[in-house]
């Protein structure tokens, strides 16, 4: 039988090849989130690359139609994502031939992804198990009254001086270390930090993605000092798009997204390749690095 990581592959009518993702697919490859309605620009493409690597599958005259990538942190964990097939493809399986090929190059390593509704049952086929869901707030920023927030003190703009302590606060956020991530989102964010006895205790980055701008990630210790470190981003895009992933539920928190304009506006589900240990420290992710990064 075919082995699923093959590096061509005829699906039907379809002749597909497989090779590495590159610099020269850009164009391309927002040509192929274009058509599923994923809003990644040219710019977009190019940060992700910067920081994981991928495939494309191309069909006989060359053109991409289906990708995927992967996103080392350490030597022990990775994300995927960048899944994109047409559903023609993905009926065929297309989407399982090139998650086959990324799977492979993640060797060992526990796996995060989220799946969009259209990929679920591939995922779950993969052996990936649900472990939360993702919601989608964006919509137009809506100016907050800062001085209603019940923290106003010790938020201040995010310094060069600070990255170490962001760093650190990520790591104990998220289970591990992911510096060589994060230190590339903040090469392109305008940040938040709060400021208690001296030492930086949450942050919030803000950085242009998209119809404008995504927020995140997000690291505090409660929804309270979360929501006084987003404000400021809030405020700084009234009347311009503005977006935020998160699985937080705590209707405080959520009463404030609405408030600033950013509603509800679709769902994925986390899924894991095996349990994951869960994370134990006083800090809390409220916001997503991204869908592909967690």
Not at 37 to 63: A, N, S, T, Y
Not at 134 to 154: K, M, P, W
Not at 227 to 242: D, K
């Amino acid at each position: 039988m075919p082995s699923e990581t093959e590096t061509s592959k005829r699906l039907e009518t379809y002749e597909l090849t497989i090779r590495e993702m590159t610099l020269e697919d850009i164009d391309k490859l927002h040509e192929l989130s274009i058509t599923v309605l994923w809003p990644h620009r040219p710019e977009d493409w190019r940060m992700l690359l910067q920081v994981g690597k991928g495939f494309v599958g191309c069909d006989p005259i060359g053109r991409i139609v289906a990708s995927g990538m992967w996103f080392p942190i350490g030597d022990h964990f990775a994300t995927i994502g960048m899944v994109i097939t047409s559903p023609r493809l993905q009926a065929l399986g297309g989407g399982r031939w090139i998650m086959r090929h990324v799977m492979a190059q993640c060797e060992n390593r526990d796996i995060v992804l989220s799946s969009t509704k259209a990929g679920y049952r591939l995922y779950q086929s993969l052996s990936f198990q649900p472990v939360a869901t993702v919601f989608q707030y964006q919509g137009i920023a809506t100016s907050i009254d800062q001085s209603r927030l019940c923290v106003n003190e010790g938020i201040r703009q995010l310094e060069a001086n600070d990255t170490e302590s962001i760093l650190q606060l990520d790591e104990s956020a998220f289970g591990t270390d992911r510096s060589n991530i994060i230190k590339t989102i903040l090469e392109k964010s305008l940040g938040s930090v709060l400021v208690r006895d001296n030492k930086v205790i949450g942050f919030a980055l803000c950085r242009k993605f998209g119809r404008g701008h995504v927020i995140g990630p997000v690291v505090a210790q409660n929804s309270a000092d979360a929501i006084s470190l987003i404000a400021p981003h809030v405020n700084q895009h009234t009347g311009n798009f503005l977006r935020i992933d998160t699985t937080i539920q705590d209707k405080a928190f959520l009463d404030f997204l609405n408030e600033s304009g950013m509603h509800e506006f679709d769902t994925v589900t986390s899924m894991t390749s095996k349990p994951l240990t869960p994370v134990n420290t006083s800090f809390h992710s409220f916001a997503l690095v991204s869908q592909a990064l967690a």
